[in-house]
């Protein structure tokens, strides 16, 4: 698995696509910027929208316990998942029972961070996702690369392409309309043949044992309405309060998301229709260890709106696949290392710590600082790259001893006057696409010292 | 008024007329400026790599060389933020400023015998415009204001621009700038082509690193454009 450097080199090779990466996602950027500056209380909005995910956050256990006994008075099912496993588990017992050879599924990250689709698959269950973009990257064996527009590295011609592929569309049709619409007729026949459908969970009310799902593509709506079974899996994070709470987080996450004023469906899902069963999976999946860390609790405050990858200029630069993660941008780098440090220590790292991450989060988690509290943590437990070590701790040295740091500074102002090959070649990551520095004759303590003179 | 200079380790290695354009323009205005002697870095180049464990000396020669005074000015964003948020000292990080902020809050200065008759484009670097609020950001919904164009304002002749996008990242970062070199300078040139559309002849800013980077770039490019320290504008009469 290439690291996110790597991963991010190769896709801006493509120069021409990551500019075209870059200017959409800054698109959507700006059309949040215009939709939250509309409102005037959009920062008090923010901060009313962060403290109650504080407060569920401080009472987890106890709203989790009331929104059980009110979605099972409702009548629905609830399960509870320790983790991945036992949630993909749960969710084939519940497809096995009803003997379902295919189920369709509208965007859920939770079960992309459970890896569902090829748990399922494996077990001969066809899967079919219905959000568009979904549908997209599935019929290129691809995962997300953005968590709310998931086909968004893929133009129009690669659509066409995979389309051509795969509904046997016309080659060459690049047609937005025309793939949408094949894809819609493509889609029809699996929504009313399918006996489960599984949606995702946006919100979770505990007062009224209630659940929001936001599509703009009504596709949760079509596959819950039509199945016999319902399966909503959510992360334990995703409760709310009150249903008056909804009034907060649904006027931020589309703003946020997309720049819309609220999702085409906001729906609500209370019990099941008449002969309908309804299931509700809670999943921890690290959620709690997560819980226990102080500086990194508020990480599972996330609505997934994704204001935060389309700001990060790194990730409009790299692409979500670079992040190897089924969340990428810069919520998936403070979110990964709590699944597993070794193998995302790079995330941490993939950011300038510019902070306009923290600065559009809908719910102000402070991204940018998690990124910094996670390198310490990650670098405390001894992951750093082979050699990183050593040449901090020369540094540190170095910095830390006055007189070495002068004598330094003059040899490294030497060499790159008088020897610029040595630093101006391709071992030197800095001068493979930038010139160093021009080397000043003097430092300025030397000019300072000559001037008091 | 009496202040100490804090020169970053690279701005005094490197870029040392940042540091004589800052002691001149504080002395022009009327400080007592002191410059320890011994002063190194501030340690954010460990802290920021994930070795905050490692900037213990950084820290106590910082102290050593500034304890006592109340105001420590520095002419880089950056250097300051990390000491406000992370020195142990809690008398050191409520006594260092960047300087344009310095100027601004503390000596509200009003006016300046200052003539740059350039056009330049203005780099709001992240570290002092969203972590020291030196001005708004388009991520909030928030009254528009700007510390360093408060100042550049002062100045006779001076044409200065945002970029469209007015605040994005140039991709410097700190070690993030070899360790993800690809991205980096991708980030960088993309923040160059969006000055040079506005025919601007200099690159201004608060952080000399970020300026160091796109510097860089720039004489990659064998662009004309030059950069240039806010500091070196507020100090220069021609």
Same mark, same amino acid.
């Given at each position: 698995? +290439?690291?996110?450097?790597?991963? #991010? ?26 939709a ?8 008090? @909005?923010?901060?009313?929208?962060s403290q109650?995910?504080d407060h ?7 709203y ?6 009110k979605a099972?008075a409702?009548?629905?099912? $609830?399960?509870?998942a320790?983790?991945a496993?036992?949630h993909?588990? &749960?969710?084939?017992? /519940? ?8 189920l369709?599924k509208? %965007? ?8 569902l689709?090829s748990?399922l698959?494996?077990?001969g ?17 691809? $995962?997300?690369?953005?968590? $709310?527009?998931?086909? &968004? ?9 995979t389309?051509?592929?795969?509904l046997g ?7 937005p309309?025309?793939?949408t619409?094949?894809?819609r007729?493509h @889609?029809?026949g ?15 009310v505990?007062?009224?044992?209630e ?31 009150r249903?008056k709470?909804?009034?907060?987080? /649904? ?34 999946n690290g959620?709690?260890?997560q819980?226990?860390r ?8 996330? &609505?997934?709106?994704a204001?935060?990858f389309?700001?990060?200029?790194v ?8 992040y ?6 810069? &919520? ?6 709590n699944?597993? %440090? ?10 300038? +710590? ?5 600065n ?18 990650l670098?405390?437990e ?8 050593? #040449? ?9 001893h006055?007189k ?7 040899m490294?102002?030497?060499v ?14 800095w001068?493979?696409?930038r010139?160093?520095p ?12 000559s001037?008091?003179? | ?11 005094d =290695?490197?870029?040392p007329?940042v540091?004589?354009?800052?002691? !001149?323009?504080?002395? *022009?205005l ?7 002697k ?5 340690g954010?180049p ?6 905050a ?10 102290? =050593? ?5 109340d ?11 990390h000491? *406000?948020?992370h ?10 400023? !960047? ?40 991520e ?6 700007? *510390?360093?164009?408060?100042l550049?304002?002062?100045v ?10 007015a605040?994005e990242?140039c991709?410097?970062g700190?070690?993030?700038c070899?360790?993800e070199?690809?991205?980096s ?5 993309d ?29 990659? =490019?064998?662009?004309?454009? =030059?950069?240039?320290?806010?500091? !070196?504008i507020?100090?220069?009469?021609a």
């Amino acid at each position: 698995m +290439l690291n996110h450097a790597e991963a #991010s080199e190769q896709f801006i090779q493509d120069a021409e696509r990551t500019t075209w990466h870059d200017e959409t996602l800054w698109f959507v950027r700006s059309k949040r910027d215009k939709a939250s500056k509309v409102i005037p209380e959009w920062e008090d @909005l923010r901060d009313h929208a962060s403290q109650i995910k504080d407060h569920v956050l401080a009472n987890l256990g106890q709203y989790l316990i009331e929104f059980e006994a009110k979605a099972k008075a409702n009548g629905v099912h $609830v399960h509870w998942a320790k983790d991945a496993e036992e949630h993909n588990q &749960i969710v084939y017992g /519940l497809v096995a029972k009803h003997g379902s050879k295919a189920l369709v599924k509208s %965007k859920s990250m939770l079960t992309e961070e459970c890896h569902l689709n090829s748990f399922l698959t494996k077990k001969g269950v066809e899967v079919v996702d219905t959000d568009l973009g979904e549908r997209i990257v599935q019929f290129r064996d691809e $995962v997300p690369s953005h968590i $709310v527009l998931p086909a &968004i590295h893929l133009k129009k011609e690669d659509v066409g392409e995979t389309f051509h592929q795969h509904l046997g569309t016309p080659k060459g049709n690049k047609d937005p309309q025309f793939l949408t619409e094949a894809a819609r007729q493509h @889609l029809r026949g699996y929504f009313l043949a399918a006996d489960v459908a599984i949606t995702g969970v946006n919100f979770a009310v505990a007062e009224t044992g209630e659940f929001v799902v936001c599509t703009n593509e009504g596709n949760a709506d079509m596959g819950a309405h039509l199945a016999k079974v319902h399966i909503a899996c959510m992360g334990i994070e995703k409760i709310i309060p009150r249903r008056k709470d909804l009034g907060v987080f /649904l006027r931020l996450l589309a703003r946020s998301a997309t720049g819309q004023l609220i999702t085409t469906y906001s729906s609500h899902f209370a019990k099941p229709r008449e002969g309908q069963e309804m299931h509700i999976v809670l999943v921890d999946n690290g959620r709690t260890r997560q819980l226990a860390r102080p500086e990194f609790r508020n990480s599972l405050k996330c &609505i997934r709106c994704a204001a935060c990858f389309n700001t990060c200029p790194v990730y409009r630069r790299s692409g979500g696949h670079s992040y190897h993660q089924p969340v990428a941008g810069p &919520i998936g780098s403070i979110l990964a290392p709590n699944f597993d %440090k070794k193998s995302n220590v790079d995330l941490p790292f993939a950011s300038t +710590l510019c902070g306009s991450c923290s600065n559009v989060c809908p719910v102000k988690i402070n991204i940018h600082e998690q990124l910094w509290f996670w390198r310490q943590d990650l670098m405390k437990e001894g992951l750093a790259p082979a050699g990183k070590s050593l #040449s901090m701790k020369g540094m540190a040295w170095i910095l830390s001893h006055p007189k070495i740091y002068r004598l330094a500074g003059a040899m490294g102002r030497f060499v790159v006057k008088n020897l610029p090959f040595l630093v101006n070649n391709r071992l030197n990551p800095w001068a493979k696409q930038r010139e160093m520095p021009e080397a000043p004759k003097e430092s300025f303590q030397t000019w300072y010292q000559s001037r008091k003179s | 008024m009496r202040v100490a200079l804090f020169v970053p380790c690279y701005v005094d =290695q490197f870029y040392p007329q940042v540091a004589i354009a800052g002691l !001149e323009l504080l002395e *022009k205005l009327g400080c007592e400026v002191v410059v320890p002697k011994d002063q190194t870095c501030c340690g954010q180049p460990m802290a920021n790599s994930g070795f905050a464990n490692l900037t213990g000396g950084c820290d106590s020669n910082f102290s =050593q060389n500034f304890d006592g005074f109340d105001y420590i000015v520095g002419p880089s964003g950056s250097c300051i933020l990390h000491i *406000k948020e992370h020195h142990p000292s809690e008398k050191i990080r409520n006594s260092v400023y !960047e300087i344009c902020e310095f100027l601004v809050d503390v000596l509200q200065v009003k006016k300046l015998d200052a003539r740059f008759p350039h056009r330049v484009g203005l780099h709001q670097s992240c570290h002092g415009q969203r972590g020291l609020r030196l001005s708004s950001m388009t991520e909030r919904n928030e009254v528009p204001f700007s *510390k360093i164009a408060q100042l550049l304002d002062l100045v006779q002749d001076l044409d200065y621009v945002l970029p469209e996008r007015a605040d994005e990242c140039c991709g410097f970062g700190g070690t993030f700038c070899v360790t993800e070199e690809a991205v980096s300078v991708r980030m960088g040139q993309d923040r160059i082509q969006e000055h040079l559309v506005n025919q601007i002849e200099y690159v201004v800013g608060a952080d000399t690193s970020c300026l160091m980077h796109m510097e860089g770039i720039l004489r990659r =490019q064998n662009s004309p454009v =030059q950069i240039k320290h806010v500091i !070196e504008i507020l100090n220069h009469h021609a």
